[in-house]
Antibody, heavy 123, light 108 residues
Framework: EVQLVESGGGLVQPGRSLRLSCAASGFTFDDYAMHWVRQAPGKGLEWVSGITWNSGSIGYADSVKGRFTISRDNAKNSLYLQMNSLRAEDTALYYC????????????????WGQGTLVTVSS | EIVLTQSPGTLSLSPGERATLSCRASQSFSSSYLAWYQQKPGQAPRLLIYGASSRATGIPDRFSGSGSGTDFTLTISRLEPEDFAVYYCQQYGNPPRTFGQGTKVEIK
C-alpha cells in the first residue's frame, strides 16, 4: 500500500524559511516523479512543484519560482521542499503527491496523496 | 497556463439523483489529459477519473467521465451519501498542471 507522510510544517514569520519532508513507502520510489500540491484554507488545489524520478527535470509554479526548491533522496525514499522568503500567501496545507505512471513526467496524473502538513506564515 | 473553469460552484441534490459537473478549459490540450478528484472535509484528494474517462482502481461505476478538447463532464449516476464532497478537475496535458476551482456537491 502506498503511504506518503508529510512533515515539517508549522508557524513561521514572513521572510523566514521552512523545509518540508515527505516519507514514501509501499512503492518503488525511484521509479516515480513526485510533486508538492498546496491548498490554502478554504480554497482549491494548486500544483507547486514536481521532480522526476532521477531529479533530472524539475518544475515550479510561477508563484514559488526562485523561492522554493524541490529535491529528493532516493536512498531515503524521501521528497523535500525547501521554502525560503515565505509570504502570507504561502499559508496552506502542503500535500506530497505521487504520479501514476512509472518513469514519466509529462502526461501523468496524481494517483496517491499524503494527508498534508500545514504551513502558516504570519507575524 | 491553461485555466480550468468548473460549473456550477455548488450543486444541491438529494441521494439517488444524478449529478452532472462541468469543467471547461481556456484552450484545448493534449489527448484528453484530464483527471477528476474527490475531496471530503479533512481528507486528501482521491483520484476518480484519468484520461477524461477512465475510472481509477476501486472507483464505483456510478462515476463516469466524458469530453474532449475544452469541455469535460463528470457524471455521478445516482448519488450515494458518501458522494457529497468537493470535486476538482485537473489537466496534465500542458505544463504546468492546473486545477479547476472545484464544485461542491451538497445534500439538498
Amino acid at each position: 500500500e502506498v503511504q506518503l507522510v508529510e512533515s515539517g510544517g508549522g508557524l513561521v514569520q514572513p521572510g523566514r524559511s521552512l523545509r518540508l519532508s515527505c516519507a514514501a513507502s509501499g512503492f518503488t520510489f525511484d521509479d516515480y516523479a513526485m510533486h508538492w500540491v498546496r491548498q490554502a484554507p478554504g480554497k482549491g488545489l494548486e500544483w507547486v512543484s514536481g521532480i522526476t524520478w532521477n531529479s533530472g527535470s524539475i518544475g515550479y509554479a510561477d508563484s514559488v519560482k526562485g523561492r522554493f526548491t524541490i529535491s529528493r533522496d532516493n536512498a531515503k525514499n524521501s521528497l523535500y521542499l525547501q521554502m525560503n522568503s515565505l509570504r502570507a500567501e504561502d499559508t496552506a496545507l502542503y500535500y506530497c503527491a505521487k504520479d501514476f505512471r512509472r518513469l514519466r513526467f509529462l502526461d501523468n496524473w496524481f494517483d496517491s496523496w499524503g494527508q498534508g502538513t500545514l504551513v502558516t506564515v504570519s507575524s | 497556463e491553461i485555466v480550468l473553469t468548473q460549473s456550477p460552484g455548488t450543486l444541491s441534490l438529494s441521494p439517488g439523483e444524478r449529478a452532472t459537473l462541468s469543467c471547461r478549459a481556456s484552450q484545448s490540450f493534449s489527448s484528453s489529459y484530464l483527471a477528476w478528484y474527490q475531496q471530503k472535509p479533512g481528507q486528501a484528494p482521491r483520484l476518480l477519473i484519468y484520461g477524461a474517462s477512465s475510472r481509477a482502481t476501486g472507483i464505483p461505476d456510478r462515476f463516469s467521465g466524458s469530453g474532449s478538447g475544452t469541455d469535460f463532464t463528470l457524471t455521478i449516476s445516482r448519488l450515494e451519501p458518501e458522494d457529497f464532497a468537493v470535486y476538482y478537475c485537473q489537466q496534465y496535458g500542458n505544463p504546468p498542471r492546473t486545477f479547476g476551482q472545484g464544485t461542491k456537491v451538497e445534500i439538498k
